[in-house]
Each structure stands twice: as structure tokens, then as C-alpha cells.
């Protein structure tokens, strides 16, 4: 299909349970063959610390890079704050360098309550849902409304597209040309299991792949377990240190929020 990476669930609030045995038993054989492995988990953000904790077992359990998973219970009055602390605790764990993503709302025209900006401020690329099926869009229509709403929180952004429900073929493979004629260096799709064999395939037709851009070691909705992901060349820089690799791929510092 030429992939460069699967997204696999790793935990869920603070736990890692049985999502965390799941990363354990494809990390290995993913990076045997060739594949970055990027850990993603449902946050609540009401139990920081277990998250942090849960982010440190999926780091340890060999993923390159996580993304965190944030939606309906940061639209509250409370969700900045949330997230502030959740990037403190983060920042504070793992450091400025940690290969950290958020994926989230596509559309923050339609969810103003939700902490973009405290995310994007400890996060180094956003992943937003980009499932144009799901909100009666085209491709088309949805990618731009999502970048012309994520514009303003200066993050790079890698989207995530729909490979589950009624989207057609020529869809995905659209969504993976638009993305590039925009110049975003990285996408990926959700999700594996739902997909049919017909949209599966046209993931392995789409504009990026690892063999026209280079192969990468390489997060996404929360009751999903496996994603696949793709990158173009630009991204994926100093491929022999990827737990460096957000950081270094988007160009970006994360800053501690607090400062």
C-alpha cells in the first residue's frame, strides 16, 4: 500500500489496558518491516497525571511518536485549562523535543470553545478528522473550510482523511492529491478496520507513498485501534533518530505553556 507508518490506539484516559498489549504485539514486527509506529489515546483530561503515565508506557512500549486525541470533553468551560495542564505535565515529562501530535475537530469554525490554541501551543502538528462523509462535504469543501480555520494557530497540519462509512474510492484518492497540492507534508486515514477493500486500496493509490517520497517510521478517533499513515519526503527528516521527529519534521519548538 505504501505506507510509511501505522497509528495504533494505546491507551484511553489513564489506562493503557489491553490498547497498551496491542502496541506491544505490532510495534516490533511494524518496525521489522520498515514501518514507523505512531501511538495515539483517548484524552478526558480528568486524570492528567494517568494520561501522562499512559504516554510514557506507549514511549517505552517502542512508539516514535504519539498523538493525543482530544474532542468533546475539552468544549467545556474548563477545557483550556485542561489542556494547559495536560501540556505542563507533558512538557515537563517528556520535554520540548518530544514527538507529540493532537488530532481533533476539523473544523474549529463550528467548535469555538475548543483549546486550539493551548494544544497547538505543546503540540508540534495537528491532526485534524477530516471525514468529509461524515459532515456532508466533499473532500474538497472539507480540507479547505479545516485549514482555513486551523490557519490562524500557526501548526503545521497533517490531516487525517475517511476510509470508513460511504466514501468512494476516487474520494480518498482526491483527498491525498489535495493535500498535497496544499503542501501539507503528511496525512494519514481512518480507519483499518472499518474500511472496505476498495477504499483500502485507494489508500495505496494516493498521491503520497513511501515510494515516490521516502519510507518513515511514524495517531487518530477514539474508538479506532490502527491507521494507516503517509508522509511525503519533507517531513521525515533524520530518519535514524524518529523519537526526535516531530520536532525536526515540522520545524517547530514546541514552547512550554507556562512560559
Not at 179 to 186: I, K, S
Not at 207 to 231: C, M, V, W
Amino acid at each position: 500500500m505504501g505506507l510509511s507508518g501505522l497509528l495504533v490506539k494505546a491507551w484511553d484516559g489513564g489506562s493503557s489496558g489491553l490498547f497498551l498489549e496491542q502496541l506491544l504485539q505490532i510495534v516490533k514486527p511494524a518496525h521489522d518491516a520498515g514501518l514507523f509506529v505512531g501511538a495515539w489515546g483517548y484524552s478526558y483530561g480528568n486524570n492528567i497525571a494517568g494520561e501522562v503515565k499512559a504516554m510514557e508506557k506507549a514511549f517505552q512500549a517502542g512508539a516514535d511518536w504519539l498523538a493525543i486525541d482530544a474532542e468533546d470533553e475539552y468544549e467545556t468551560r474548563e477545557g483550556k485549562n485542561k489542556a494547559l495542564k495536560l501540556g505542563i505535565e507533558v512538557t515537563r515529562t517528556f520535554g520540548p523535543e518530544a514527538a507529540l501530535g493532537y488530532t481533533t475537530f476539523a473544523l474549529p469554525q463550528y467548535h469555538e470553545t475548543f483549546p486550539y490554541q493551548e494544544f497547538s501551543s505543546f503540540c508540534s502538528v495537528c491532526l485534524p478528522q477530516v471525514y468529509w462523509g461524515l459532515v456532508g462535504m466533499t473532500p474538497e469543501e472539507a480540507l479547505a473550510m479545516s485549514l482555513r480555520g486551523l490557519e490562524e494557530f500557526k501548526l503545521p497540519v497533517a490531516p487525517v482523511g475517511q476510509s470508513y462509512g460511504e466514501v468512494t474510492s476516487d474520494e480518498i484518492i482526491r483527498f491525498s492529491q489535495l493535500a498535497m497540492a496544499n503542501g501539507l507534508e503528511g496525512i494519514s486515514y481512518y480507519n483499518w478496520q472499518h474500511a472496505t477493500e476498495a477504499q483500502l486500496n485507494a489508500v495505496g493509490r494516493g498521491a503520497y507513498g513511501k515510494d515516490n517520497f521516502g519510507i518513515s517510521r511514524g495517531p487518530a478517533s477514539k474508538d479506532g485501534t490502527l491507521e494507516g499513515q503517509r508522509h511525503s519526503r519533507g517531513v521525515w527528516k533524520n530518519i535514524s533518530l524518529p523519537w526526535r521527529g516531530i520536532r525536526d519534521r515540522f520545524k517547530k519548538d514546541p514552547p512550554c505553556p507556562c512560559s
